[in-house]
């Protein structure tokens, strides 16, 4: 299976991107988490994203706040799929971050989930590595019936103490 490669702009976004690996671990998909900022190292940014795809990954999450560049740099510098999540900055509670990674000119695409949307980054990276890994697909599968049980067993709960 492919790897999932995870850069953060700064370790301030290790919580969001905790939520990230925690979602790829239960899902056994393998991951590597680096820090690589697009302004103060962007060499080592450019790099890792041009060799990424002969290193083994398939998807590459890029968490950053503020300019949120980051994602954006990445996608420059490589083919394979690439998701911004636009992190939470003390300023503009991360809606420049969410513009930042969404307004990627025509020819370098990069998918956008919410601010701090860790979860759903790794949830899309998955998708994009289940399109040729049928056991993957299964997990996903497995995984939305379970959360739609949960929900279900909730309003089970909440009907029994509300609705008389």
């Known amino acids: 299976m492919k ?26 998909i393998p991951f590597e988490v680096h820090i690589y900022s697009a302004h103060r190292t962007p060499e080592e940014a450019k790099v890792f994203a041009e060799t990424a795809k002969e290193n083994g990954f398939g998807v590459l999450i890029a968490a ?18 690439v998701i911004g999540i636009p992190c939470k900055s003390q ?21 956008t989930v919410a ?21 993957l697909a299964e997990k996903l599968q ?9 929900v279900l067993e909730k309003d089970a709960a909440l009907q029994k103490e509300f609705n008389r």
Do not use: W
């Open 3 to 28: 790897k999932v490669g995870i850069i953060m702009g700064s370790d301030s976004d290790l919580p969001i991107i905790r939520k990230a690996t925690d979602t790829l671990t239960s899902l056994d």
């Open 64 to 81: 950053a706040g503020m300019a949120a560049h980051l994602a954006g740099a990445i996608a420059a510098n490589t083919t394979l799929p």
């Open 91 to 111: 300023n503009l509670d991360g809606i420049d971050a969410l513009l930042s990674t969404v307004q990627m000119p025509s020819g370098i695409p990069v998918a």
């Open 115 to 135: 601010i701090n949307g860790g979860v759903n980054a790794a949830l899309l990276s998955a998708e994009i590595l289940a399109l040729s890994d049928e056991a």
């Open 142 to 150: 497995n995984k939305r019936k379970d959360d739609a049980k949960k």
